[in-house]
C-alpha cells in the first residue's frame, strides 16, 4: 500500500467548523488500526476555501464539509483500494 498522505487545515474557520475533532478522530483511527507506517499526517495553515470547511486533504484531493462519518468512509474506502 502506498503512503497516504492527510493534510488537515488548522485555519480559524476550519478549526472552528470541527477540524479539531476531526483531527483527533483520525490521530485515533490511526492508532486503533495500527498504521501509524502508512499515513503522514499534518496540519496546513488556511488554504482559502473557508466557506466549504472543514477542509482536510488526502493524497492531493480536497475533502470539504467533512465530519466524522465522512471521514471515516472516505479512509475505509481509500485503505481498501
Same mark, same amino acid.
Given at each position: 500500500?502506498?503512503? !497516504?498522505?492527510?493534510?488537515? +487545515?488548522? #485555519? ?9 475533532? @476531526? ?17 503522514? !499526517?499534518?496540519?496546513?495553515? +488556511?488554504? #482559502? ?9 488526502? @493524497? ?22
Amino acid at each position: 500500500m502506498a503512503k !497516504l498522505e492527510i493534510t488537515v +487545515c488548522m #485555519g480559524s474557520s476550519c478549526f472552528a467548523r470541527g477540524n479539531d475533532q @476531526n483531527l483527533e478522530f483520525i490521530e485515533n483511527y490511526i492508532k486503533q488500526n495500527g498504521l501509524e507506517a502508512d499515513i503522514d !499526517l499534518s496540519g496546513s495553515r +488556511c488554504s #482559502g476555501n473557508c466557506a466549504e470547511g472543514p477542509n482536510i486533504t488526502i @493524497n492531493g484531493i480536497d475533502y470539504h464539509d467533512v465530519d466524522i462519518d465522512k471521514i471515516k468512509e472516505i479512509l475505509d474506502d481509500t485503505l481498501k483500494s
